[in-house]
């Protein structure tokens, strides 16, 4: 059962996030997020039950998240964040 979990990146001077990871296929067209008024960045993603690595595509630059719930591996070693969702 799919969940909606808010990404939040916080980045006044940012021109372009998305959210990038395993259940996008680290595809950065697939969850663009949106400037709030407030100068930081939201998407909203279903999800569901499990763990799920991704990162942030900030101006074409791949991103840890600051807020993450952990830190894992990708395939090729590199480190990206981690969401659980219950």
Do not use: C
Request: proline letters at 6%.
């Amino acid at each position: 059962m799919a969940k909606p979990i808010n990404f939040y990146y916080s980045s006044a001077e940012a021109r372009s996030v998305s959210v990038v990871g395993e259940f996008n296929n680290w595809s950065p067209e697939v969850h663009p997020m949106k400037r709030q008024p407030d100068g930081n960045w939201l998407a909203q993603i279903e999800l569901n039950h499990g763990h799920h690595a991704y990162m942030f595509m900030v101006d074409g630059k791949m991103t840890l998240d600051p807020r993450a719930t952990g830190i894992t591996r990708n395939e090729k070693g590199e480190r990206v964040s981690l969401i659980g969702v219950s």
